[in-house]
């Protein structure tokens, strides 16, 4: 899902480039011109909107006419650029060294004007007017909202969403590389993202545009600001996962033990289950791993502190050399066995993703805390 295809991607930016070649002869600047009408003796301002601040990049007085017309240095990577008259204004993204052309009245310039020289801003404005539409919709049905109703409004309200999404959707998917794309995913409405990469569905569009901005500008502040927002996501729901299938562990356990029965390093069969009434420390490890030898070494001194006061240790072995195994077990004090037929159904059980993973098990059998301290030992011990 976040990984899509950089032929695609490659596509797109070819034919972007292609398109901006042939029309810019001023391969440095951008220009932005055009007419703000009924806006005589008014401060028009060029004003870059960056991630946190927004900085003036030129302004001019228009005069009776409302002719403008800005040049400034273009961006090394899109960047979002807004002409305001007060606190009406018209959002427009630069991808190059585009001409852009805005004709537009102070009066409606917010909603109403003609951008050309820009698919990325033509689409922007699409974005933009129907996000008005969807604030001006739920605003209206929030103050219509009560008890009677409340189920009714609540529809519509997720009809009214639905339908700004399904547009901004399809933007994204036309080309994740757009400027419009990346606008279409965070926008907002009454202070909450439309698109997040916390939901399922949202996170495909999310990482689409994550991706594909990540393969061209990678070290764009931008880029990285979405980048970072869908891993932590992703992180955060595998996280999750992880701890659903703990949280289902624990809750067979507490019926059933969820047992280990695999022959340790001295031939003999230990079964996990026969450790109940001791607290046991079932550790999934790998010997030639860089480490391992300072791993087992804190290990033993847990084991040398704790193990006569009621601490157990089963270590599970994933070594794909189990002579080396053998050999460097033989002196471990504690139970070690080898999951000799491969990655042993333990791992899956016990959802082990990466090496070392610890389970602190209580005395009952079930299943305490993943990867714990010294601490959390010496406590479930008293």
């Avoid at 537009?104 to 933009?128: E, F, H, P």
Wanted: proline share 3%; net charge positive.
């Amino acid at each position: 899902m976040f990984i899509m295809r950089k032929t695609n991607f490659f596509l797109l930016f070819f034919v972007s480039l292609i398109l901006c070649l042939s029309s810019c002869s001023d391969k440095k600047h951008f220009k932005v011109a055009g007419v703000i009408s009924d806006a005589s003796g008014s401060t028009l301002y060029l004003e870059k909107e960056g991630l946190l601040t927004t900085s003036v990049v030129d302004s001019c007085i228009l005069k009776s006419d409302g002719s403008f017309s800005f040049k400034a240095v273009r961006p090394d990577a899109p960047e979002f650029y807004r002409l305001r008259i007060k606190n009406a204004d018209i959002l427009f993204a630069i991808d190059s060294c585009e001409h852009i052309t805005i004709n537009a009245s102070a009066k409606t310039m917010t909603s109403k004007y003609v951008i050309k020289g820009s698919l990325s801003s033509s689409n922007i404005q699409l974005l933009r007017v129907s996000l008005l539409d969807l604030q001006s919709r739920i605003t209206s049905l929030l103050k219509q909202r009560n008890l009677q109703n409340k189920t009714q409004t609540s529809a519509l309200l997720d009809s009214a969403i639905n339908k700004h999404k399904k547009l901004a959707e399809k933007i994204v998917l036309q080309n994740p590389l757009s400027t419009a794309a990346y606008y279409a995913v965070f926008q907002q409405v009454n202070g909450y993202n439309l698109f997040t990469p916390y939901d399922k569905e949202d996170r495909r569009y999310c990482a689409a545009v994550a991706t594909a901005f990540y393969t061209y500008y990678p070290k764009a502040e931008r880029t990285l600001s979405l980048y970072n927002f869908v891993m932590q996501a992703i992180v955060a729901d595998r996280q999750a996962r992880n701890q659903e299938t703990l949280s289902k562990m624990i809750q067979m356990s507490q019926a059933d033990m969820i047992d280990i029965e695999m022959t340790t390093n001295r031939g003999q069969v230990a079964k996990l289950s026969d450790l109940k009434g001791k607290i046991v420390l079932l550790d999934f490890t790998v010997y030639q791993a860089e480490r391992s030898s300072d791993y087992n070494l804190a290990l033993r001194d847990l084991y040398n502190a704790y193990h006569t006061k009621g601490l157990e240790i089963y270590q599970i072995s994933l070594d794909p050399d189990i002579d080396l195994w053998r050999q460097a077990s033989q002196n471990l004090p504690w139970i070690c066995v080898h999951g000799t037929d491969g990655t042993p159904t333990a791992v899956s059980l016990y959802n082990v993703t990466s090496l070392p993973t610890r389970f602190l098990i209580g005395k009952n059998g079930t299943a305490l805390k993943r990867n714990p301290s010294a601490a959390d030992i010496q406590k479930a011990l008293e």
